[in-house]
T-cell receptor, first 116, second 112 residues
Framework: EAGVVQSPRYKIIEKKQPVAFWCNPISGHNTLYWYLQNLGQGPELLIR????????DSQLPKDRFSAERLKGVDSTLKIQPAELGDSAVYLC??????????????FGPGTRLTVL | AQTVTQSQPEMSVQEAETVTLSCTYD???????LFWYKQPPSRQMILVIR??????QNATENRFSVNFQKAAKSFSLKISDSQLGDAAMYFCAYRSAGQFYFGTGTSLTVIP
């Protein structure tokens, strides 16, 4: 079974530029999460999708961040414009429908963003 | 609000010895799940062990076991016979209603 796929693995941009990250979850996983992880910290949720619906985006800075999961499968997270403080690792994770037993998350390798 | 606290930013253990990583959490829920995730330097996070809150028996996975104290809201991870490959960041996580909350992690060093 293929795992969670993310691309790109690394991205370096100048501040004020736009950037986009892509995630393809494990087949059959209804729930998709985007996390931000700063160095030496745990993941912090940005947005959670149940199929194509964003059910929790309270931590997403909506002035510059946006996300979509149009067909309830893969997802894109965008930052426009990027700021220096956005430098971090962006993790995508997926799980089966919320409420099912265990419902563990499977993580992708992450995208390391550096904003210069 | 649910919070997860890992009070040990760094731990070290001699190879083949046993180490325990601490985790406490705060919740008013009665139905939830707890997890320990491992994140090696390559950064891919993988599940180590999980525990359902309604189960009194502590979960065990080979060399990894937990000490789940529900009343104390404590969920520690014990690694027995530590191996060099166990060196990583370890994150404690709490899940309720589809939402996950992570601690700040413990960096484990294994000394040969």
């Amino acid at each position: 079974e293929a795992g969670v796929v993310q691309s790109p693995r690394y991205k370096i941009i100048e501040k004020k530029q736009p950037v986009a990250f892509w995630c393809n979850p494990i087949s059959g996983h209804n729930t998709l999460y985007w996390y931000l992880q700063n160095l030496g910290q745990g993941p912090e949720l940005l947005i959670r999708y149940e199929n194509e619906e964003a059910v929790d985006d309270s931590q997403l800075p909506k002035d510059r961040f946006s996300a979509e999961r149009l067909k309830g499968v893969d997802s894109t997270l965008k930052i426009q414009p990027a700021e220096l403080g956005d430098s971090a690792v962006y993790l995508c994770a997926s799980s089966r429908r919320a409420g099912s037993s265990y419902n563990e998350q499977f993580f992708g390798p992450g995208t390391r963003l550096t904003v210069l | 609000a649910q919070t997860v606290t890992q009070s040990q930013p760094e731990m070290s253990v001699q190879e083949a010895e046993t180490v325990t990583l601490s985790c406490t959490y705060d919740t008013s829920e009665s139905d939830y799940y707890l997890f320990w995730y491992k994140q090696p330097p390559s950064r891919q996070m993988i599940l180590v062990i999980r525990q359902e809150a309604y189960k009194q028996q502590n979960a065990t996975e080979n060399r990894f076991s937990v000490n789940f104290q529900k009343a104390a809201k404590s969920f520690s991870l014990k690694i027995s016979d530590s191996q060099l490959g166990d060196a990583a960041m370890y994150f404690c996580a709490y899940r309720s209603a589809g939402q996950f909350y992570f601690g700040t992690g413990t960096s484990l060093t294994v000394i040969p």
